[in-house]
């Protein structure tokens, strides 16, 4: 069974640039997330997909994050504008259904992002 | 009030020993609990999960719960090297989510 997979694997952009990071989730999957993991910091999550829709985006600043998953499968995950302290690494992880979370994640390898 | 707490630490061990890492929460509802595995530079992967009072074992690994003191500890007996990492407790709040809160980890050094 193929992971999750994302990429970039790293990027660098200066502050008030935008970015963009995508993932695909274990094939079956339809439920997706993304984290954000901040140095030191264990993951936060982001967003929440079950298929197509958003169950939780309480914790993902809208000011500037935004994040889709049109077929239901892969997804994107966006910066705009991007700041200093956005540098992390972006998580995506999938499980089949929310309650299959009760078992742990599959979490992709991430993207390490950096802001000059 | 922080809702999962680790140690960062580092905590350093020597080959052999066991090494004991641990984990409070603070939502008494909290039902599911897990530990997670980082090594440097990669994304975590899961190690132990325990929903009941008590201890589970897999291999070298033994997860102990304990509901009534809010805290759930990972053992590793016979460290090795390659245990040299960051371990992530995760707790599945109470409320009905099944997102799991993450502490911030505690790093282990197994020293030869």
């Known amino acids: 069974e193929a992971g999750v997979a994302q990429s970039p694997r790293y990027k660098i952009i200066e502050k008030r640039q935008s970015v963009a990071f995508w993932c695909n989730p274990i094939?079956?999957?339809?439920?997706l997330y993304w984290y954000q993991q901040i140095l030191g910091q264990g993951p936060k999550l982001l967003i929440q997909?079950?298929?197509?829709?958003?169950?939780?985006d309480s914790q993902l600043p809208k000011d500037r994050f935004s994040a889709e998953r049109l077929k239901g499968v892969d997804s994107t995950l966006k910066i705009q504008p991007a700041k200093l302290e956005d540098s992390a690494v972006y998580l995506c992880a999938s499980s089949l259904a929310p309650g299959q979370a009760l078992g742990g994640y599959t979490f992709g390898s991430g993207t390490r992002l950096t802001v000059v | 009030q922080k809702e999962v707490e680790q140690n960062s630490g580092p905590l350093s061990v020597p080959e052999g020993a066991i090494a004991s890492l641990n984990c409070t929460y603070s939502?008494?509802?909290?039902?599911?609990f897990f530990w997670y595995r980082q090594y440097s530079g990669k994304s975590p992967e899961l190690i132990m999960f325990?929903?009941?009072?008590g201890d589970k074992e897999d291999g070298r690994f033994t997860a102990q719960l304990n509901k009534a003191s809010q805290y759930v500890s990972l053992l590793i007996r016979d460290s090795q090297p390659s245990d040299s990492a960051t371990y992530l407790c995760a707790v599945l709040l109470s409320g009905g989510s099944y997102i799991p809160t993450f502490g911030r980890g505690t790093s282990l050094i197994v020293h030869p």
């Open positions: 094939s079956g999957h339809a439920t």
């Open positions: 325990i929903y009941s009072n």
């Open positions: 939502d008494r509802g909290s039902q599911s």
């Open positions: 997909f079950q298929n197509n829709g958003v169950v939780d």
